[in-house]
């Protein structure tokens, strides 16, 4: 029986309104791949999201992360590879897709090497595949985590949270990431810097104390969301009707998929977030999520 190894790997949402590309959180949303050495050929079996999509070895994801971590070990990429991919989180959603595969390939490679790296050396091979550390950190660690990285380092620290409700509204939109990116500024008022950094001061306070009053007042953002949220049709009408319901909202990392938090009790936010995408021509569906406290983890085989 050849080595196998099976890693589960969860959503994440990222920037939390005015934490950009800093804060991030894990949800149990949970994608699981199974890497297995045979054969003498690289086959990808995808199901779920993403399923009759099919990419060359060569740019998929979890197959370019392993890639990495055997160049940076110095051994051979192996010939025969099977990989079973069961995908639960949509692609392009703002749900950490793409660092969830990185993550799993990670993962997988260390440990069928012997786990050469530890884990802060696989969170740097993984903020460099992404290009930011908001996703990936939360998506190895689990729960909220405050990141940056710069100068080639990741400085990474989990916070205190509480539970709250998450409800996450995706309308059937593209808008790929590298894509927003183009619409923010290069510059912003010093007034503006001071506002966001107090607020994701506050975000992460809200968090600690499970203050829903306080994660609401702080989830305003001035860098990232108000020139975001017109490219998506109804996002602005679904996160006010949502934010009337007593929710903090904002979008998950770059969107389109909108994030409401809320407590047991309160009226649901879904239907009218919903209803406000429909009246923008859009779609939608919805996941009820929980904030997962533990990151990525893998279940090695042999026979």
């Known amino acids: 029986m050849p080595a196998a190894i099976t890693v589960h790997a969860p959503a994440t949402t990222a920037n939390l309104g005015p934490g ?28 779920g999201e993403g399923e009759g999509q099919i990419l060359p070895a060569g740019e ?13 070990c110095g051994h051979p990429f192996p010939q025969g590879l099977h990989l079973w991919a069961h995908n639960r989180i949509p692609w392009g959603s703002g749900l950490g897709s793409s660092a969830a595969a990185i993550v799993s390939g990670l993962l997988a490679a260390n440990a069928l090497l012997g786990n050469p790296l530890p884990s802060t050396e696989l969170l740097l091979l993984a903020a460099r595949l992404e290009g930011h550390s908001d996703n990936v950190a939360p998506a190895l660690l689990g729960g909220l985590t405050v990141s940056l990285f710069q100068d080639e380092q990741v400085l990474v620290r989990p916070l205190p949270w509480r539970p709250f409700q998450v409800t996450v509204v995706l309308p059937e939109f593209s808008l790929p990431t590298q894509v927003s990116r183009r619409f923010l ?15 994701a001061f506050f975000v992460a306070q809200a968090f600690a104390e499970g203050d829903l ?28 009707a949502a934010q ?7 979008l998950s990392g770059a969107g389109p998929s909108l994030i409401a938090f809320s407590l047991p009790g309160m009226p649901p936010v879904a239907p009218p977030m919903q209803e406000a995408f429909a009246r923008a021509g859009l779609r939608s569906r919805t996941f009820a999520l929980q904030i997962a406290p533990q990151g990525a983890s893998l279940r090695f085989q042999t026979g």
């Open 60 to 72: 998929h994801l979890v197959v370019r992360a392993m890639r990495r971590v055997y160049e940076v």
């Open 244 to 250: 009337s319901l007593g929710a903090a909202v904002a």
């Open 20 to 47: 950009f590309d800093t804060l991030g959180l894990a949800l149990d949303l949970w994608n699981e791949t199974r890497v297995s050495l045979e054969g003498e050929r690289i086959v990808i079996h995808t199901h």
């Open 185 to 199: 500024p290069q510059q912003v008022s010093l007034s503006q810097a001071v506002r966001n950094m107090a607020r």
């Open 213 to 240: 009053t306080l994660l609401r007042q702080a989830m305003q953002d001035e860098l990232h969301q108000p020139y975001r949220l017109p490219l998506i049709p109804g996002a602005q009408e679904a996160l006010a």
